[in-house]
């Protein structure tokens, strides 16, 4: 990648997935979108459950599986398109400098791995100057880094002794591990309580402002974006249908879906509401 690069991190252009199908016609799940994101910018895309935002981010990483295929448009990574890279290449890319951090952890984790055995083969992978002492310090480093608390004894655990919030910061010391400067987190806090989520947020926020890592976070809920976003990008039915500042958003929507989206918000009326009817 371009080191003397000065536009955005990332710039995806005119972007087309589509997925095949039995029939004759694929069918179009991302319909040419374009938007940016800076370094050191947290960018929210939302958008309701099948509007295209998963498949977006999928897309950028060269994840996409079960018939889906990019067809048209770039994904431009510090100048260079991703598109035009090897698969070799782009798993070069991949881990080292662009990461995910996927929704559900539980089926993203290895069950019949320890935690410390999953961190270190994403730094093995990318990393593999490093000694087996370097590597075990360095995953001890990340598990603190997500505010893991007795992270020597937590790295020797299997996913499934851990709660759901902590399943999370492991999946984001993964993300990390390689100190990437794109962070993909699609839908992190969904399973997670209000408490575990507000706790999920502030590390990405931290994350963000202490390493200067671009963040793409993907969500169908927009009080969160008003807690996390710097820009926001609404999809709907795979297309682009607004882009603004987050407050320029809340304050002035455009569009109707967007304005949709808002009044679906719970508020503290609805909530009072609510107990009422009940």
Do not use: W
């Amino acid at each position: 990648m371009s080191k003397n690069h000065t536009g955005p991190l990332l710039s995806v252009n005119h972007l087309v997935t589509e997925f095949e199908t039995r029939g004759k016609n694929n069918i179009t799940v991302v319909d040419d979108i374009s938007f940016h994101v800076n370094e050191g910018e947290i960018v929210a895309i939302v958008g309701e459950s099948g509007s295209g935002k998963s498949i977006t981010s999928l897309s950028i990483m060269g994840l996409l599986k079960n018939g889906g295929h990019v067809t048209g448009g770039a994904i431009l990574y510090q100048g260079t398109d991703l598109l035009k890279l090897s698969k070799k290449e782009r798993r070069q890319v991949r881990g080292k400098e662009m990461s995910m951090i996927f929704q559900e952890p539980m089926s993203s984790l290895n069950p019949m791995l320890r935690i410390k055995s999953q961190i270190a083969e994403a730094i093995n992978i990318h990393q593999p100057a490093k000694s087996k002492k370097q590597v075990q310090e360095k995953v001890i480093d990340l598990l603190k880094q997500v505010e893991i608390p007795d992270a020597e004894r937590v790295a020797n655990r299997f996913p499934h002794q851990l709660s759901g919030g902590m399943r999370q910061r492991v999946m984001i010391a993964i993300a990390l591990a390689c100190e990437p400067k794109l962070l993909i987190a699609d839908e992190p806090t969904t399973a997670l309580d209000v408490t575990t989520q507000a706790q999920i947020l502030a590390l990405i926020k931290d994350l963000n402002k202490r390493r200067g890592t671009g963040v793409i976070f993907i969500t169908h809920d927009l009080s969160v974006v008003a807690d996390i976003a710097d820009r926001v990008v609404v999809m709907y039915q795979g297309k682009i249908v607004e882009e603004a500042d987050v407050f320029q958003l809340f304050d002035h929507p455009q569009h109707a879906y967007t304005k949709k989206l808002m009044r679906a918000m719970p508020t503290i009326e609805k909530k009072a509401g609510d107990s009422h009817a009940n």
